[in-house]
């Protein structure tokens, strides 16, 4: 028996992940345990969590893989910082104590976070080979092109090439500081979202706004060629020099300063979005070109954090030259860790690779899972009151109905989601045909920002009806975003076509209004026996009596809080907010029957997470 550990860590978003002979047997990220949102420590919690789920101790480990080689990356760090002397000095101070501390000593802070008692090979892959490995290996293909799109790692910002069997070859790459990740998210960092975090709601407020400054991100912030690669005007941006990412000449492009977090966002902050949502399109769409031209693969593997833009993949997909295309999961660093295990196994090891129509990563349902004796324990020690339902198809009935009477539903299942989208194990569940549904979920439940969309779990089987996706098309990742079908669309006249801004939102547009966004796009996650027995069942139950073959699926956390992990973070959430239903395997609990359901709880609670 081969073991090997995978760790992504001291950057962002630390995960563990664990191989045993080939199979992914465990992965979850440490944020979901220390319950800080993209916590970058040693993910000592998922280490010990992957080592558990395997019944091995340490010393078992064959070998430890890390996501990067952090010798190259403070290469990066000194040369940037010599290049632009003496203005990035501030930068090069704040990032040398943890260099000083923990990064350059990697190889002992590894086997120190092992208890001392790993011995055996830490093995250092390159940023984006690890990025390339997590696409590649679990995929379904025997063979396909390898894209990743990323910030930054050592010097590498983007790089493909192709993958064959076992083995992957990475052919090209773009260096820092030009990198789509780190353009995107200088946009992010100038609309008033968070670095690393906020980039999923610059994406989701692209299409309240028009993109009128297209023409002029090409003219005047990046050089962009043909192929895809481009050359960014430094002078624009910060982050090589300065502790921002746009420099005070962005500023004067724009005519204004970046929006303060949390100020009203305004037409042109959508404007915005939508023109540099619209530029890293047109990249990726270029780059796939490219990147199919030069190896004349059939299908695509995408990582790297950009590749978490669902609406470029849609587009990739419906526009772009592929037949087929499969994403990571865990498409940010989280995932490295992943990758740099399977990478020891097949490229390093040469072990044998046999692909199969499902993928090897197992609907990326990787981490923990509660027994139902844990949970009645833990119910007890709290006082809830519950039902137990006997099996899944009573279960089912019961929750489907609650979902149909507009309820919402917090539902825990399983083993935890690896990657950011909760994908119905750890989901909150609503009624797609709702149309207080939107509303209510972000403002009631989630503590979120209002304009942001929801996303529908649809039957696979079901998909191409409702969505423009041709039939079979599989997004069990919820990493796709395509048109909901104008045969499902409601016609929009008068005063609401003329609608702008953010009112777009109060636009009814379609039969599931919950879940099409204002462009009509929806981000879809197919469902299927295969991969999600129970959660499939619901939906076919909800459906028969519906008519309506879908949920709405937001991941189960409230604004700045990691998704849960435990049936006690999930009872803690449900109690603090509107949540009317929570759902822990089979024990079903209702808010109104709960003796310790108290008004107001929710400030406490939202207390205790930094907003994103
Ligand atoms: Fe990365």
Redesign the pocket.
């Known amino acids: 028996m081969t073991s090997i550990l995978g760790i992504s860590a001291l950057y962002h978003d630390s995960a563990a992940a664990l191989v045993v002979d080939g199979e992914i047997v465990a992965a979850a990220q440490e944020e979901r345990f220390t319950r800080k949102k993209h916590d970058a420590e040693f993910p000592q919690h998922a280490v010990e969590y992957c080592l558990r789920e395997a019944g091995i101790q340490p010393a078992d480990l064959d070998f430890v893989g890390f996501y990067d080689k952090p010798l190259l990356k403070f290469e990066r760090l000194l040369e940037t910082y010599l290049a632009t002397a003496p203005s990035g000095i501030r930068t090069f101070l704040m990032a040398m104590p943890v260099w000083m501390r923990q990064k350059l000593h990697l190889p002992r802070e590894i086997r120190r976070g092992l208890g001392g008692a790993f011995r055996k090979s830490c093995v250092f892959a390159e940023?984006h080979e690890s990025?390339a490995a997590s696409a590649f290996f679990p995929s379904p293909f025997d063979e396909a092109a390898i894209l990743t799109l990323?910030?930054v790692?050592e010097w590498a910002t983007s790089s493909f090439g192709y993958g064959r069997g076992n083995q992957i070859t990475l052919t090209h790459e773009q260096h820092f500081p030009h990198s789509l990740g780190l353009l995107y998210s200088a946009f992010t960092y100038f609309t008033g979202f968070r670095v690393n975090s906020g980039e999923y709601k610059l994406m989701g407020l692209a299409p309240y706004g028009q993109p009128k400054y297209v023409d002029l991100i090409l003219k005047k912030l990046i050089d962009l060629k043909e192929d895809g690669s481009f050359r960014m005007d430094l002078s624009y941006f910060n982050y090589c020099a300065g502790l921002t990412m746009t420099s005070r000449k962005f500023d004067r492009l724009f005519g204004r300063p970046p929006r303060q977090p949390e100020a009203p966002l305004t037409e042109q902050d959508m404007d915005i979005a939508a023109s540099i949502q619209q530029v890293t399109e047109e990249v990726m769409l270029r780059v796939a070109r490219h990147v199919h031209q030069q190896t004349g693969m059939k299908n695509l593997c995408l990582a790297?954090?950009v590749a978490l833009n669902c609406v470029g993949n849609g587009r990739i997909l419906r526009e772009g030259p592929f037949d087929d295309l499969w994403i990571q999961p865990a498409a940010?660093?989280a995932g490295?860790a992943l990758g740099v295990a399977l990478l020891i196994w097949y490229q390093l090891l040469g072990n044998r690779r046999e692909t199969n129509r499902n993928d090897l990563q197992h609907g990326s349902l990787l981490g923990p899972q509660a027994t139902d004796s844990e949970i009645r324990v833990f119910l007890d020690s709290v006082g809830a009151r519950y039902r137990l339902l006997p099996d899944d198809e009573q279960l089912c009935d019961h929750v489907s109905d609650l979902i149909a009477q507009e309820k919402v539903v917090g539902w825990c299942q399983g083993r935890m989601e690896f990657g950011p989208r909760a994908l119905g194990g750890r989901s909150i569940l609503g009624d797609a045909r709702s149309t207080k549904m939107q509303s209510v979920m972000n403002l009631k439940i989630k503590f979120r920002e209002s304009f942001r969309p929801f996303a529908p779990s649809v039957l696979e089987e079901k998909t191409d009806e409702y969505f423009e996706m041709r039939h079979g098309q599989q997004s069990p990742y919820m990493l796709l975003v395509a048109p909901v079908r104008e045969s499902h669309r409601v016609a929009v006249n008068g005063a609401d076509a003329a609608s702008s801004g953010i009112d777009k939102l109060k636009v009814l547009r379609s039969r599931v209004p919950a879940i099409t966004h204002v462009d009509y796009s929806a981000r879809v996650q197919t469902v299927d026996p295969r991969r999600h027995g129970r959660y499939h069942r619901l939906i076919e139950k909800f459906q028969e009596k519906t008519g309506c073959p879908m949920v709405i699926n937001t991941s189960f956390n409230v604004r700045g809080e990691p998704i849960v992990c435990t049936p006690e973070h999930a009872y803690r959430c449900f109690m603090a907010t509107n949540m009317d239903v929570l759902v822990l395997e089979r024990f079903v609990l209702l808010k109104t029957e709960q003796p310790n359901a108290k008004e107001h709880e929710i400030n406490r609670y939202l207390a205790e997470f930094q907003l994103d």
Do not use: K
């Open positions: 940023h990025h990323d910030g790692g790297g954090g940010g660093d490295g």
